[in-house]
Every structure is written in C-alpha cells, then in structure tokens.
C-alpha cells in the first residue's frame, strides 16, 4: 500500500488499470496520455502528478513525476491535494467536478467527451487502488 501520489501507487494503479476489464472496454478506441496534477500548496509550491501512457484499453506507462512541467501530456487533470483525495475516496463525483470546475482539464474536450465511459472507470479505478496515510 503506497501513499499517493508516489512511485508505488503508480505502478499499483497501473496493475489496477490493466486488470480492469470495464476499462479496457470503454478505452479500446483510446490512444493518448494524461497527467493528475496536484496543484501547488502549502506542503509544496509545485505539486508533484502522476502520468499515464494509455494505448487501447491497456495502461503501459504510469509514473509518479515530481515535476509535472516535465512531461508534456495530451490532457491534463487539475486538482488540489484534498480535491484528488475526496475524487479517490469516492466522495466527489468525477463528472460533477469537471463540470464545476472543481477539477480543472486541459486538452481537447470534444475528445475527451468520446472517452467519457473510459476517463469515468480510470477514475473509479484510482479510487480502488489501496493508500497510505
């Protein structure tokens, strides 16, 4: 059980992700990566993220990124530290937050409106993984 975001909970949501046949459904026309940033806060003024290389319902490549300005990602997802901990904990709905702005994205939204099955069981699937603290 690793804490998140680190190193071990990527490589935990990536297991968890390749073994989600739900997603490997809704994502088999999907080809592109993402990236979870935490936005900055008082623990760190440029919050760490962790990165997906996704490809046809498989997920192979998921790494924690200390400095998310290092990777270039096709969509971004935005978050606060205790927003991406109620998203993971179940208690934010996915959908609702992007529509309030709660979670921001960039990337193109016509897209990711194709994908929406898809982004919702990646989603669900991050929450399953087990954390620390």
Same mark, same amino acid.
């Given at each position: 059980?690793?804490?998140?975001?680190?190193?071990?909970?990527?490589?935990?949501?990536?297991?968890? =992700?390749?073994? *989600?046949?739900?997603?490997?459904?809704?994502?088999?026309?999907?080809?592109?990566?993402?990236? &979870? %940033? =935490?936005?900055?806060?008082?623990?760190?003024?440029?919050?760490?993220? =962790?990165?997906?290389? /996704? $490809?046809?319902?498989?997920?192979?490549?998921?790494?924690?990124? %200390?400095?998310?300005?290092?990777? $270039?990602?096709? &969509?971004? &997802?935005? +978050?606060?530290? %205790? *927003?991406?901990?109620?998203?993971?904990?179940?208690? /934010?709905?996915?959908?609702?937050?992007?529509?309030?702005?709660?979670?921001?994205? $960039?990337?193109?939204?016509?897209?990711?409106?194709? &994908?929406?099955? +898809?982004?919702? %069981?990646?989603?669900?699937?991050?929450?399953?993984?087990?954390?620390?603290?």
């Amino acid at each position: 059980m690793a804490a998140f975001p680190s190193s071990g909970w990527a490589v935990d949501f990536r297991e968890a =992700i390749n073994a *989600n046949e739900a997603y490997a459904q809704a994502a088999a026309a999907w080809e592109g990566d993402i990236l &979870f %940033e =935490i936005l900055g806060d008082a623990q760190a003024a440029h919050g760490p993220g =962790i990165y997906l290389d /996704l $490809s046809h319902g498989v997920c192979k490549e998921a790494r924690f990124v %200390e400095d998310p300005t290092s990777v $270039s990602a096709e &969509f971004v &997802f935005r +978050a606060t530290r %205790e *927003n991406w901990d109620r998203l993971l904990r179940k208690e /934010l709905d996915p959908v609702k937050a992007f529509l309030g702005g709660t979670i921001k994205m $960039s990337g193109n939204p016509a897209k990711i409106m194709r &994908f929406v099955g +898809a982004a919702k %069981e990646l989603l669900d699937t991050a929450g399953n993984v087990p954390r620390s603290g």
